[in-house]
């Protein structure tokens, strides 16, 4: 078995995907936990008649479950990811110019 070293290029990938899977999940959490609130208030706030299934109600979880679903497409298909490649490519970018200027 590989030993787990912390300067280890695929333990680094590993450990930022782990990163952005805690962070999806946690996106994902507050949005459900939210929405459930939402219905909740809405759903005693009703006026007597009233029907719950009303564009209003459905503003919040609309516009933020497109953002939930934009997270997750980076999250879960890295492929599609353009700032991610853009994002290593920069960070190579970076160390090699720190290379350059630390050995002249």
């Known amino acids: ?3 787990i070293n912390s300067n280890n290029y ?3 990938q590993a450990k930022k995907q782990v990163d952005r899977l805690r962070g ?3 996106h994902l ?8 609130l939402i219905v909740f208030i809405n759903y005693n706030n009703l006026n007597p008649g009233e029907s719950y299934f009303q564009f209003k109600n459905f503003i919040t979880a609309t516009f ?3 953002g939930l ?4 497409l980076f999250v879960f298909f890295p492929r599609f990811s353009f ?3 853009w994002e290593e490519k920069k960070i190579k970018e970076l160390m090699e110019k720190n290379n350059k200027n630390g050995n002249s």
Do not use: D, K, P
């Not at 959490?29 to 459930?36: E, K, P």
């Not at 679903?69 to 997750?72: D, N, P, Q």
């Open 1 to 3: 078995m590989e030993e």
């Open 10 to 12: 695929r333990y680094q």
């Open 29 to 36: 959490f507050s949005y459900i936990a939210v929405n459930i």
């Open 83 to 85: 700032f991610r490649n």
């Open 24 to 26: 999806f999940y946690g």
């Open 64 to 66: 933020w479950g497109i």
């Open 69 to 72: 679903l934009i997270h997750a």
